[in-house]
């Protein structure tokens, strides 16, 4: 019996190609674009599941001979990212909303809807490779390692895992987009989106008072003495090692290094200052295994442009690990994600606290 597969499709090659890949597998394919998009006058052409995507995802559908549906995430996903990207804002963390969008959304609900309509996976365009060893799903890296989307999914659960497939697991973008060129698809050299879908003009914190009714207030920069150095624009402007658009002159490099929402102080240091080797997290959700029982050896990233680095994780009790580098890294941030690898295997990840 042929698979029955619910695709994502954003409107971009990626998830098109992966359409047309399934299809030509013999899986009975359909398309679907998740509307999220909350206001269709602020939509961003070219964004991800956007209005103006819609208009792509149909066309690519059309030429594969595929049906194609637009469905309604809009509510689920006003609940589950933006009020969580602009509560996180509002504490003083920066978060990851594509993580939350995957874990809540994307292979959430959109499983549980495809389930619904009697099919038995959901696909994406995703560089990621699902295998099964020993029982157990694995998630590991794609073949190109420089598109490798492992560290966004690393909240994926056996069950999601089971019914996920990765069609674009063994290929390079350039193969893709050469696919897509001899299909004849109009996306083959459509660019990547970029940025947050939601924030269409890039400005954070407008988005934030717009949402959320709070506006942002005037503050000092400090440093690490408390003295007081300027003052800046508000605390939704700023993100923990950020160094450019601080405004303010002090004869040296300064990086943020504390947002303080009790004193609504911005903490500046010097590049040292920013370098951490041990972090906490919690939320954490294991692939390899149930629970982590002993310290475990890892290589562990702790944004998505970042290199992992050697770490060991410990188990501290209450759904909190602590991970302790073997070398100082930049930059740890509350509310970012922290994802554990052994060589080309996820093993779990957690949000830094």
């Known amino acids: 019996m ?3 597969v619910m695709v994502g499709m954003s409107g971009g090659v990626d998830s098109s190609v992966a359409a047309a890949l399934l299809k030509e597998q013999g899986c009975e394919v359909v398309g679907v674009t998740m509307q999220i998009w909350q206001d269709d006058k602020k939509d961003a052409a070219g964004s991800c599941c956007s209005l103006s995507a819609v208009d792509d995802a149909r066309r690519v559908a059309n030429k594969l001979d595929i049906p ?3 469905l309604n995430f809009k509510e689920i996903f006003d609940q589950k990212v933006i009020e969580y990207f602009t509560s996180e804002y509002l504490r003083g963390k920066t978060p990851n909303p594509c993580i939350a969008c995957n874990r809540y959304i994307k292979f959430d609900e959109f499983l549980r809807k495809a389930r619904s309509m009697g099919m038995d996976y959901v696909a994406t365009g995703h560089y990621a490779t699902v295998v099964m060893e020993n029982g157990r799903y694995l998630l590991k890296r794609s073949a190109s390692l ?3 989307q492992t560290y966004p999914l690393y909240n994926l659960t056996q069950d999601q895992l089971a019914h996920t497939l990765f069609p674009l697991a063994p290929f390079e973008k350039t193969q893709v987009r050469e696919m897509a060129k001899k299909l004849g698809l109009g996306v083959a050299t459509k660019p990547d989106s ?5 924030v269409t003009d890039h400005n954070y914190a407008g988005f934030i008072e717009e949402k959320t009714g709070v506006k942002t207030k005037l503050g000092n920069f400090v440093d690490q003495q408390g003295q007081i150095l300027g003052q800046h ?7 923990i090692g950020q160094r450019k658009g601080l405004g303010i002159a002090t004869g040296k490099p300064m990086f943020v290094t504390k947002i303080d929402t009790d004193t609504n102080e911005v903490v500046l240091g ?3 200052d920013i370098l951490s080797d041990t972090l906490i997290a919690a939320d954490l959700n294991w692939i390899a295994f149930d629970e982590l029982t002993k310290p475990l050896q890892v290589t562990a990233k702790i944004r998505y442009g970042f290199r992992e680095a050697p770490a060991i994780v410990k188990q501290l009790g209450d759904g909190q690990v602590e991970v ?3 070398q100082p890294q930049r930059a740890i941030t509350s509310g970012q994600s922290v994802v554990f690898y052994q060589g080309d295997t996820v093993v779990g990840g957690g949000i830094i606290q």
Do not use: M, S
């Open 2 to 4: 042929n698979k029955k």
């Open 68 to 70: 194609y549906y637009v």
């Open 146 to 148: 420089a598109k490798d």
């Open 194 to 198: 970029q940025d947050i879908c939601f």
């Open 233 to 239: 624009r508000g605390l939704f402007h700023y993100t």
């Open 270 to 272: 010097e590049e040292q």
């Open 324 to 326: 302790v580098f073997d």
